[in-house]
């Protein structure tokens, strides 16, 4: 049996105006990969370590459009984290019997702009 574990998905929604720390981490099921969300002085970021070895700094998150910047004065409304966990079966392959596992997180941000 195949084992898919997918580590983490994270979905930003929307984004607002701040200027404080707030932040969530989101682990892979073996809690070997972290991912940290936070929003530092109006600007969302996420950062990644690996056996708590940082293997990615502090790198902004944020969306642009032409008519919209969500990458700055954003603020953290909320998070909600879910987790998956389910198996299922594919026709051809070198497995017969995948399982996916992953934790993930959707973020609602909201921006000035």
């Not at 932040?23 to 530092?40: C, E, H, N, Q």
């Not at 370590?49 to 700094?57: E, G, M």
């Not at 051809?92 to 993930?104: F, Q, V």
């Amino acid at each position: 049996m195949r084992k898919f574990s997918s580590v983490i998905k994270l979905a930003t929604v929307a984004a607002m105006l701040t200027g404080s720390a707030q932040a969530t981490v989101i682990k892979s099921p073996s809690g070997d990969v972290a991912v940290d969300v936070s929003v530092k002085k109006g600007v969302a970021q996420y950062s990644v370590k690996y056996n708590r070895k940082t293997v990615l700094d502090d790198s902004p998150l944020g969306l642009l459009g032409h008519d919209f910047d969500m990458s700055k004065d954003v603020e953290l409304l909320d998070t909600k984290k879910d987790s998956i966990d389910e198996t299922f079966s594919m026709m051809s392959g070198k497995a017969s019997t995948i399982e996916n596992r992953c934790n993930l997180a959707v973020f609602s941000l909201k921006s000035g702009e």
